[in-house]
Nanobody, 128 residues
Framework: QVQLVESGGGLVQPGGSLRLSCAASGFTLDSTYIAWFRQAPGKEREGVSCFSGRDGSTYYSNSVKGRFTISRDNAKNTVYLQMNSLKAEDTAVYYC?????????????????????WGQGTQVTVSS
């Protein structure tokens, strides 16, 4: 049974940093894509970052590129999202998801499809 558990959210001041964790069970990270999404109140869900366990490729939305870094720890079967230089507009519930696919877009961002397994989400609030 696939299970994803996020942690690491919280309240941080603008310009600060947080590291989110997504602990996976029921599958291994090198078998699929893992992605981070976020959804702010009244806004559509946005794909933030994606990691290919098959070849190590990473993908970022243009809104977070250069500030966020996705990584994995195979020994812990965990994916991380390091978020630096946080802005108020980064405030959202962040979710990790698996069992999908990510494709690089010509704009420098990425498309995603088919993510069927989701965690419960963790709140990130950026405010002074």
């Amino acid at each position: 049974q696939v299970q994803l558990v996020e942690s690491g959210g919280g309240l941080v001041q603008p310009g600060g940093s947080l590291r989110l964790s997504c602990a996976a069970s029921g599958f291994t990270l090198d078998s699929t894509y893992i992605a981070w999404f976020r959804q702010a109140p009244g806004k559509e869900r946005e794909g933030v970052s994606c990691f290919s366990g098959r070849d190590g490729s990473t993908y970022y939305s243009n809104s977070v590129k250069g500030r966020f870094t996705i990584s994995r720890d195979n020994a812990k079967n965990t994916v991380y999202l390091q978020m630096n230089s946080l802005k108020a507009e980064d405030t959202a519930v962040y979710y990790c998801a698996a069992d999908g696919e990510c494709l690089r877009a010509g704009s420098g961002s990425f498309f995603y499809t088919g993510f069927g397994s989701w965690g419960q989400g963790t709140q990130v609030t950026v405010s002074s």
